[in-house]
């Protein structure tokens, strides 16, 4: 079931409905805004949409290589099944 959770990013106070529980939601919340606080540190121009832009960015590469990183290690581990199996076998 989704519940109301009260988050703030980039200081404005928002309404979400997650399943995930408080600390879930709240882990999140500190994820994003850490994210957020360490790109606009490093950047000269204290334009918020670049922030925004530039941190939905790095976390989408983190995650398609998490991914993929996943999907290899499935892969791995289906060869090494079938690699088992015709042990057994023999």
């Known amino acids: 079931m989704k519940t ?28 994003v805004n ?9 950047l000269k121009s204290g334009d918020v949409q670049l922030v925004l832009t530039l941190a939905l960015l790095n976390t989408a590469e983190e995650l398609l290589t998490l991914r993929n990183e996943r999907d290899s290690a499935a892969s791995l581990d289906d ?6 199996e015709k042990l057994e076998k023999a």
């Open 4 to 31: 109301s959770h009260q988050v703030t990013v980039l200081g404005r106070e928002l309404s979400v409905r997650s399943s995930a529980s408080a600390a879930k939601v709240h882990a999140v919340e500190s994820f």
């Open 34 to 42: 850490g994210r957020l606080q360490e790109i606009g540190a490093a």
């Open 79 to 84: 060869k090494l099944h079938g690699l088992i």
